[in-house]
């Protein structure tokens, strides 16, 4: 991880820059600041600029064997420690070493996230992740070692205020006796709620919510999106990187699931059956998820277009393609069918949910709506 790679925070990427140079690196650290701007991502990209062997004035090299390795994440004096619980694959005992490989592979794709993504993507469900005992003498058996490549050793710990009053009581003991060379660098979502004694021994680096511009730029640079709906994105998320992506990602599957509600609505109309099997197909490998994102799209638009049906355009909430499309298709919807449709719609998505063979649910739900939707002539030539 780069300096360049965090968004914004120039001024506190100074401070640890001069500190780095100035050679008063202090030995354990706090990075927090408000959602979405970037702890993880700078604590990382400090311990690449501090582990570096040819860094620039601002950035680490990128092309020494200690940059390579951070950037991948598998630097061995690179430690990590972070929450976590037990899952269906490790059962007993977790700790962050069992999820080390979807670590690196989670960080590297996107270093900005909040502790539930993180969650979700190892599959604790609803536990709660948690720093327990063992990992802290996993903490200790680590940094008992030399360091192997680098001249200090790292550990980052993130979300240490999940740590248990045992766990936290040996990392207080490691950040007053330090091993030799060893950096600890805190990232934390939550700084009240870390042990006051570990909080006294840290020096903190706080960062702010990201500038607006300099949000608009990292979007515009990543994002094929127009200056408007980046504009929106910026004034929404309010400098939080993570808020944003969440509002682009949300946008992006919204245009999918138009164009799908879009697909099938004009098959139950022509009865292409090839066709239908094949949006079936397609839509059965979506994942759960995905699929009952769908269903709450699709019966948000089935509602629009009936409230429209009723001439009550003021309650009708639609962005341009779904307002064009409803133009010609709200006729479609009315009152002897909308509570049907609903109902299929309703039911496909709690089978779904039950987990239920998708393509059989599928295809059952296109055979009812296929019922449903009058046959007219319209529908085809609007398309
Ligand atoms: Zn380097």
Redesign the pocket.
Known sequence: MYFSQVIGQEDVKKKLVSSVKAGRIPHAQLFSGPDGSGSLALAIAYA?YIA????TDND?????T??LKIAKLTHPDLHFAFPVNTTRKVTKDPVSDNFINEWREFVISNPYFRSIQWYDWIGIENKQGLLNRKESEEIIRKLSFKSFESDYKFLIIWLPEKMNASSANILLKLIEEPPEKTIFLLVSEHPEQIVSTILSRTQAVKLSRIDDKVLFQALADKYDLTNEEISNTVRLAKGSYIQALEMILSFEENQINFERFVQIMRLCYSRSFLEINAWVEEMSVMGREKLKNFFIYALRLVRENFILNLQSKELVYLTKKEEEFSKKFHPFINGNNVVHIYKELNKASEDIERNAYAKIVLFDMVLHLMKLIPNKKHLENQQ
């Not at 570096?52 to 860094?55: G, I, L, M, S, V």
């Not at 680490?60 to 020494?64: E, P």
Request: hydrophobic content about 10%; aromatic content about 0%.
């Open positions: 690449q570096c062997n040819d860094r680490a090299c990128g092309h020494c200690n940059c």
